[in-house]
């Protein structure tokens, strides 16, 4: 079960709202993470789950409702400002520069995180995190020759290595053969076990299920189930909504 501080959640969303003109994107949503602990969020597409991640970590500005880092409002902060306060994300499409080589895309973020220092130190800690991500004998690759999977773990490397306390992850497994799923399951439990809080959008419910200790379930902007991942297997409203029409396009295609 989670690990927590005792200091409370490390991310906490209270009544976050985001309107696009007369769209509801995100209504009323609210949930906290701690310290050890893996948050997962299902849902249809455009339930909303996108949208809000982007308004936790400041990519798009909320249109109500709070957003807690370590208990302080960070609602009105610059992307860059909560990276540096430990907030880091991953993208559901797999955003490396891909004109670096590995390791200068994991210097890179070392340099844009929290922990700046010198040189030697910096290199030392980018290092550290591509041995985590088990691409240390990448190294010296170019970013553009890797393909959907090195390019999701370095994304995630590069994210950790910023010196984050939380990690948001958008569709991790999206893409993943099932070998690649098991890595990235082994990969997200060591994130835990570092003591990070995470939160996880995902659709692949094998993995979801294995990693979050709870879950929450969107539909229409709104958390429409939150419980735990056996829970939510059972749930005939989540069935209805969400899993069984999922099961049935699975058997018609
Ligand atoms: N930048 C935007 N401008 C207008 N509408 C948007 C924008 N981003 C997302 N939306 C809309 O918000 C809803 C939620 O989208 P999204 O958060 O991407 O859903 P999910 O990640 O759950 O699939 C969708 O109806 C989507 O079309
Ligand atoms: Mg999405």
Do not use: W
Request: net charge negative; proline share 3%; charged share 20%.
């Amino acid at each position: 079960m989670a690990v927590t501080s005792g200091s409370g959640p490390v991310l906490e969303a209270r009544g976050v709202r985001k309107d696009y003109g007369g769209l509801i994107a995100v209504a009323d949503v609210s949930f906290a993470v701690g310290a050890g602990e893996i948050l997962g969020i299902a849902g249809p597409n455009g339930a909303g789950k996108t949208t809000l991640f982007d308004v936790m970590t400041g990519h798009t500005k909320a249109t109500g409702g709070e957003v807690l880092l370590a208990g302080r409002t960070i609602t009105d902060e610059p992307v860059h400002a909560r990276t540096r306060l430990g907030l880091a994300r991953t993208f559901q499409q797999p955003m490396v520069a891909r004109s670096l080589t590995v390791q200068e895309n994991m210097v890179l973020a070392v340099a844009y995180g929290r922990s700046r220092g010198p040189a030697g130190h910096r290199r030392q800690t980018a290092a550290e995190y591509l041995d985590f991500i088990g691409m240390a004998d990448q190294a010296q690759t170019s970013s553009d020759l890797l393909g959907v999977f090195d390019r999701k773990r370095l994304m995630l490397g590069t994210a950790l290595a910023t010196g984050a306390s939380v990690i948001l992850l958008d569709e991790p497994f999206g893409g993943l053969s099932p070998a690649e799923i098991d890595e990235t399951i082994v990969l997200i439990n060591g994130i835990r076990e570092r003591g990070l809080a995470v939160v996880c959008i995902e659709h692949v419910m094998r993995a979801l299920t294995s990693i979050a200790d709870r879950v929450l379930v969107m539909h229409h902007g709104s958390v429409f189930f939150e419980g735990t991942p056996a829970q939510m297997l059972a749930d005939e409203q989540v069935i209805e909504v969400y899993l069984g029409s999922r099961h049935k396009k699975a058997g018609e295609a």
